[in-house]
């Protein structure tokens, strides 16, 4: 099974960028719809956007759509989260995770069966 392993977070003023890292282990990486998510302190874990096994159909959550931008390169088994434009209400915990779907992207964090270990990023104002 595929683990999942994020980095590039830290604290940016609002309006900066960030871009988010998550490396997987094992050769089935493009098997795997990737999803990113994010919990807030005190608040529930929510999603923030999808990329399918090819990269070609993406999904975002609306409060990021626009800014922030999900790519994967299969090759170096990485999917990426690039953060524009970025609020204070953006802070939080940034998780990615995979799932085997056969096809397609899901906002649906329940279905998700592999998670990195998340990484903080902190928009001061």
């Known amino acids: 099974q595929v683990q999942l392993v994020e980095s590039g977070g830290g604290l940016v003023q609002a309006g900066g960028s960030l871009r988010l890292s998550c490396a997987a282990s094992g050769r089935t990486f493009s098997t795997y719809t990737m999803g990113w998510f994010r919990q807030a302190p005190g608040k529930e874990r929510e999603f923030v956007g999808t990329i399918s096994m090819s990269g070609h159909n993406t999904d975002y959550a609306d409060s990021v759509k626009g800014r922030f931008t999900i790519s994967r390169d299969n090759a170096k088994n990485t999917v990426y989260l690039q953060m524009d434009s970025l609020k204070p209400e953006d802070t939080a915990v940034y998780y990615c995770?995979?799932?085997?779907?056969?096809?397609?992207?899901?906002?649906?964090?329940?279905?998700?069966?592999?998670w990195g270990q998340g990484t903080q990023v902190t928009v001061s104002s």
């Open positions: 995770a995979a799932v085997s779907l056969g096809g397609g992207t899901s906002n649906d964090q329940r279905q998700y069966h592999t």
